[in-house]
């Protein structure tokens, strides 16, 4: 079946710092990939996403792109602010023959102090 | 635009109870699915509806089930409430169920004493 695998947490950075968040996953066709935010108390937010390989997904100064050859989505970020400090989750989307479902990586937990 | 929006956002129940949250998608959308989270097991889906119909089930026993109106708001129940329900149940919406992009509610917290 699909999986999600992403690194361990927590992470911890300073501010200003370059932010790595690796993702791979396992999948029988073509999935679509997505990154989720999910900040203390709330559900999860969109962050970017990507359809097919080589697709790069950006959203506010995050990014991210489909490597089919590798099976990866790493989130990365140039210079991280405290207001990114929250539960990052990868996840896929792939059609199946009735309507389709997100599968999870395990999260993680980033904190950037000042 | 409103996005989605989960009732209630708290809840406390106690072993051998049912509970029944309630999930409004965002205005035009046409498929719901629901996912459980809890610190052990992670996001895990429950079930998606789409047009009032049931169209992919997770893997969760027979005491969780759902429903969607022909509004498109979206029901689920769980009944004979154990320990282990205790998670964060969160609502997603998207616009049709072969459109890939799901929108988040705020989560409904289930306690279970």
């Known amino acids: 079946g699909n999986s999600v695998t992403q690194m361990e947490g927590p992470v911890t950075l300073s501010e200003e710092a370059f932010l790595t968040i690796n993702c791979t996953y396992t999948?029988?066709?073509?999935?679509?990939l997505f990154w989720y935010v999910q900040y203390p108390g709330e559900g999860l937010q969109l962050l970017l996403k990507?359809?097919?390989?080589?697709d790069k997904g950006s959203n506010k100064g995050f990014e991210a792109t489909y490597r089919k050859e590798t099976t990866s989505f790493h989130l990365e970020k140039g210079s991280v602010q405290v207001s990114d400090s929250a539960v990052y989750f990868c996840?896929?989307?792939?059609?199946?023959?009735?309507?389709?479902?997100?599968?999870f990586g395990e999260g993680t937990q980033l904190t950037v102090n000042p | 635009k409103a996005g989605v929006t989960q009732t209630p956002r708290y809840l406390i129940k106690t072993r051998g109870q049912q509970v029944t949250l309630s999930c409004s998608p965002i205005?035009?959308?046409?498929?719901v699915s629901w996912y459980q989270q809890t610190p052990g097991q992670g996001l895990q889906f429950l079930f998606e509806?789409?047009?009032?119909?049931?169209?992919n089930k997770g893997n969760f026993p027979g005491r969780f089930s759902g429903r969607q109106f022909s509004n498109s708001r979206s029901e689920m129940n769980v009944s004979t409430l154990e320990l282990g329900d205790s998670a964060l149940y969160l609502c997603?919406?998207?616009?049709?169920?072969?459109?890939?992009?799901?929108?988040f509610g705020p989560g409904t917290r289930l306690t279970v004493l």
């Open positions: 997603a919406s998207s616009l049709a169920a072969d459109t890939d992009t799901q929108y």
């Open positions: 205005s035009g959308h046409r498929s």
């Open positions: 999948a029988t066709g073509y999935p679509s």
């Open positions: 996840a896929l989307s792939e059609e199946e023959t009735s309507g389709s479902r997100l599968t």
């Open positions: 990507a359809t097919k390989a080589d």
């Open positions: 509806y789409f047009s009032e119909t049931q169209r």
